[in-house]
């Protein structure tokens, strides 16, 4: 779900960025509809030392909640929160976040800065935040009256965990930097130069000492910026992920209203526009927005002091009984249920379809540990309900068109909830539902304990059989089911039920279903894998499972259980041999190795690389390709970054010596292209300013230390060095066979599956190696072959040598695409896809709940115009389209 990604991210039309806030104003609106108050005087005496950060690397999960990816991410949350909190004073409405190749992370914002002058502990004041734990300026009311960050273990935890940690602060016209490795201070805060900007640019990279894995999720990471851009309306948020080119833009000048029309853009909805409420009572801060839809999920998202509260807490509950209360009061005041017979309308029915958003800022919140999933503050119940009877109410008296069609909305959900029940006490005494009594067409296995066991849920009674046969009985289960099932996203539960398909996956999962029979710990297999055709058919198939598992059972997801199977997608033939290739970057390490087997590429001082050897260099050569392309999409042309790696300009010490930056600048100049030396005023240092006319439109790019300092040159520049060696003029030496290639010939029912490596139909296949022949037999004057000698080939560069290897590795191939799993035989199904010690597994996750949901609501719901606007959106997008 997680792959799946609209190119649009801001659902509102956006506007620029506003000026920074001056720091004098003693009152800002944050954006939402709320005030808060804050004081000017934000400096070194404001920072309150509670304890010291020992014991924070010898148990990190003690203040992150895990060294696995959780903990990874809060990382980034702690810095980000920190900027939040001085966009809730009023003095930030920028927020950047940049995740690097080598998995450091930036986080910049347009803030005060921390403060730089000294504590009374004798350092500096943003070198007590950085470096003991429980300082901050949260525990000072007249800092910050409300914050997120109430732990204050913040940025002293990150920079405890991290292997080194970069910070920068603009503040007073200056420019402030420091370095940290693992908690410690390896310089002085120290002024680097002067700037006209405002805030603070922290960069840090994870420890792998520490953590289980360091690389970031973007969605992850995506779906807790856009909640916190919606819950600070009118600041804006940026992720950039250099890894892959991905990035988002988060504005939103509505607040938790834009969060609703957001969540709600693909379904119908009952109240056009949502209703927004807010209070404030104590010091506490309510505000709810909500919309009914014509959907049957109930979403409600709870939100405290900007944390998620996925716990849900005493917000929640006030919200939940207080709309019941006044909604039923509503109800019987108008007698709008006289024909409501046997049922009631109850909460659930009333949430039915109900799209709903609380938040609450609160001066002093009391969540369950540092992970805050859950508000214990018991005030805020009372403070809600009150918002809620009193608002609502009011919303309701005012207009009765729309609370008619919320009320009949309830009412048809208290119906369908009394068919439902019956529908499932009916087919419970007929055992449809009961675990007891197993599907006839279900395979089961031998072992009894979930953990070892897992079941496939096959498409068709072809590959059901080709499963039963292939598969190990002792562990693996097989469901083949009839067909497409049921689109659960269209459908109420009592329809549900009454799907054959849909009631025999249930009865053999065996853990129920609803949410009074649903107990995840009678599922009777750990491993709930999908395992379809890989054509437009299998697609549909696998998305409708999906959906059905997202909406009905979205523990299994939220627990890792559900999986999708990934039988092979190639079949490359040479003669009588045959190989299965996973995918198509299996499928290119596989070419290449082909390639290197009978040549040896001699470089210009005389090395010869062979064998391993040559096939470990070319992979290296690849991936400094690959990050050389990163780092040319966001910045200056090839032949530049070329020139700035020869020249070594790598570190700080380079930029401070005009002579050598002035001779990469007389390196670069081209006749379209001209460089100028400038001033580095924020690191008293030296740039290069270039402007590119290649091309005929100008572009320009800047050549400094910040340049050299991202994570995806320094990456670039490490690869570099395993490459140095392979430039100017090589010779690649093929050793020729005399005796002609035996190419079998393919059965007539494989043609029109037949493609060349790459997808490439088949009489391209031929022509690419008839291309490759001619190469190794004639490159030009300089390349000589004979049969059964050497044919030597001049290659000049990198890229010339990359295309040939990819070229020779082509040579003599064809391969069957494979799209049904029956055209596999027992043990080809059991050696490339069910065999876990050979096959791939792709785990079903769903980072971004927000996404996944409108994603599903997009895919399989009733809204057609926002199903069109997705497929032309992304129609360029599609790979291995078959129709």
Known sequence: MSQIEPQNEDQQPVE?????????????????????????????????????????????????????????????????????????????????????????????????????????????????????????????????KVSGGLHGVGVSVVNALSENLELEIWRNGQVYRQSYERGDPTTELEVSGTTKKRGTKVTFKPDLQIFETTEYSFDTLAQRLRELAFLNGGVTITIDDERDGKNHRFLYEGGIVSFVQYLNQSKAAVNDKPIFMQGDKDGINVEI????????????????????????????????????????????????????????????????????????????????????????????????????????????????????????????????????????????????????????????CQERDPSQCEIYIVEGESAGGSAKQGRDRKFQAILPIKGKILNVEKARFDKMLGSDEIKTMISALGCGIGKDDFDIGKLRYHRVIIMTDADVDGSHIRTLLLTFFYRQMRALIENGYVYIAQPPLFRAKRGRNEQFIRDERALES???KRAVESRTVVLPDGTQLSGDALEQRLEKLIAFRKFQQIVERRGPSRDVILAVLDHGARDKAFFEDRERVEALADAVVSPTRTATVQQDEEHQAFAIAIEDRTGGYPRHHRIDQDFAATGEFRTLANSYQDVQGIRGPMTVRTAVSSEPEEVGEEPASAAANETAIGGAPLDEATRLAAE????????????????????????????????????????????NRYK????????????????????????????????ADLMFTTLMGDQVEPRRKFIEDNALDVKNLDI
């Open 16 to 144: 620029d960025t506003k000026p920074v806030v001056d720091a004098a104003t003693a009152v800002s609106g944050n954006g939402n509809g709320s005030e808060t108050s804050v004081s000017d005087d934000y400096g070194a005496d404001k920072i309150k030392v509670l304890e010291g950060l020992q014991a924070v690397r010898k148990r990190p999960a003690m203040y992150i909640g895990s060294t696995g990816a959780p903990g990874l991410h809060h990382l980034v949350y702690e810095i980000v929160d920190n900027s939040i909190d001085e966009a809730l004073a009023g003095y930030c409405d920028q927020i950047n976040v940049t995740l690097h190749i080598d998995n450091s992370v930036t986080v910049v914002d347009n803030g005060r800065g921390i403060p730089v002058d000294t504590h009374s502990s004798g350092r500096s004041a943003a070198e007590v935040v950085l470096t003991v734990l429980h300082a901050g300026g949260k525990f000072d009311n007249d800092s910050y």
């Open 289 to 444: 927005a909500l919309q009914w839809n014509e959907s049957y999920a109930e979403t409600v998202y709870t939100f405290a002091n900007n944390i998620n509260t996925h716990e849900g807490g005493t917000h929640l509950s006030g919200f939940r009984s207080a709309l019941t209360r006044t909604i039923n009061y509503y109800v019987g005041k108008n007698n709008l249920a006289k024909d409501l017979k046997d049922a009631n309308i109850g909460g659930d029915d009333i949430r039915e379809g109900l799209t709903a958003v609380v938040s609450v800022k609160i001066p002093r919140p009391q969540f369950e540990g540092q992970t805050k999933t859950k508000l214990g503050n018991t005030e805020v119940k009372g403070i809600v309900e009150a918002v809620v009877n009193d608002k609502l109410g009011a919303f309701l008296e005012e207009n009765p068109a729309v609370a008619k069609r919320v009320i009949v909305k309830a009412i048809d959900a208290a119906r369908a909830r009394e068919a439902a029940r019956k529908a499932r006490d009916l087919v419970r005494r007929k055992g449809a539902l009961d675990s007891g009594s197993l599907p006839g067409k279900l395979a089961d």
């Open 590 to 592: 596989w070419l290449m």
């Open 772 to 815: 490759v022949k001619t190469l190794d037999a004639s490159a030009g004057p300089k390349a000589t072959a004979k049969g059964g000698k050497d044919a030597d080939v001049r290659l000049d560069t990198l890229d010339e040598l990359v295309e040939f290897f990819t070229a020779a590795g082509k040579k003599g191939i064809a391969i």
């Open 820 to 851: 049904g799993l029956g055209e596999m035989n027992p043990d080809t199904l059991w050696d490339t896809t069910m065999n876990p010690a050979t096959r791939t597994l792709a785990q079903v996750k769903a980072e971004d709940h927000l996404e």
